[in-house]
C-alpha cells in the first residue's frame, strides 16, 4: 500500500509539472511587459482580486494590476476596461472596489463594464466571449496568473494577449500565490480537456454586451 500510494504521490507531481510547463510555454509569446509594444485592443479584462490580504494589510498584486489597466487606458491601447471579478455576497465585491480605484486613478466611469461572476479565472474568460461578446482583447494581471488565463483563453478560441503588471517578487504573499497557481493550472487543464466545466452564470443582471 505504501508503494502504491509512493507511485501515485510521484506520478501526481510529475502531471502536475507538465501541465504547468504546457501552460508556460503555450503562453509565452503573448505576454507583453512593455505598453509601447504592446498592440492596441478595444478592450481590456481586469482579473479580480482582493484589495486587501489582512486587515490594513494591502494587496499589492491588487494595486499593480490597477495601475497597469489604468495606464493602458491613459496610453490609448484600450478603449474600454471590463472587470471581472468575485462579487457573490454583500460582503465580498472585488468589482465594485475595482471600479472606484479604476475611476480615482483617471478612467471614466463610462469606459468601465463589471462582471460579477468571474468567480474564477475560468469563469471570467468564458464570460468575456459568452456574456459580453469580446474575444479578442488583452488581459491584466500578474505574468504568472496570465499564462494560465491565456491557456484558457486559447482553449476558448479567443485572440487574447496579455499585458503583465508589476509583480511582488520575493515575498511571502508572492510565493503562496505562485504555489497556488501550479494547482489551480491543474484545475484549470482538468476543466478543459475533462471536466468540460461551464462558467458561472450570474445570478444578478447580466450587463450589456461592449459593442464593437
Known amino acids: 500500500m505504501i508503494r502504491w500510494i509512493g507511485i501515485a504521490f510521484v506520478v501526481c507531481v510529475f502531471a502536475v509539472a507538465g501541465i504547468n510547463a504546457i501552460v508556460t ?11 509601447r509594444k504592446l498592440p492596441s485592443k478595444k478592450t481590456a479584462l481586469l482579473l479580480g482580486t482582493a484589495k486587501y490580504i489582512a486587515k490594513d494589510k494591502k494587496n499589492y498584486f491588487y494595486t ?17 476596461i471590463l472587470v471581472s471579478g ?29 462582471d460579477n461572476a468571474g468567480l474564477r479565472t475560468f469563469d471570467s ?7 459580453f461578446g469580446v474575444e479578442d482583447y488583452v488581459i491584466v494581471s500578474q505574468r504568472f496568473h496570465l499564462e494560465r488565463a491565456l491557456f484558457i483563453a486559447k482553449k476558448k478560441g479567443q485572440k487574447a494577449i496579455g499585458f503583465a503588471a508589476k509583480d511582488s517578487e520575493g515575498t511571502k504573499a508572492a510565493y503562496r ?23 458561472m452564470q450570474d445570478t ?9
Open 204 to 212: 444578478k443582471k447580466e450587463k450589456t454586451v461592449l459593442k464593437p
Open 86 to 114: 468575485d462579487n457573490s455576497t454583500q460582503y465580498y465585491d472585488e468589482t465594485t472596489t475595482m471600479q472606484k480605484d479604476l475611476i480615482r486613478a483617471g478612467v471614466p466611469s463610462k469606459h468601465i463594464m463589471l
Open 125 to 131: 474568460i468564458a464570460r468575456t466571449k459568452e456574456v
Open 25 to 35: 510555454q503555450q503562453a509565452s509569446t503573448s505576454i507583453y511587459a512593455d505598453i
Open 177 to 199: 500565490m505562485k504555489l497556488r497557481e501550479y494547482l489551480a493550472r491543474t484545475k484549470a487543464f482538468l476543466d478543459i480537456y475533462l471536466l468540460h466545466t461551464k462558467p
Open 64 to 80: 499593480y494590476r490597477i495601475r497597469a489597466a489604468a495606464a493602458l487606458f491613459k496610453a490609448g491601447k484600450v478603449k474600454d
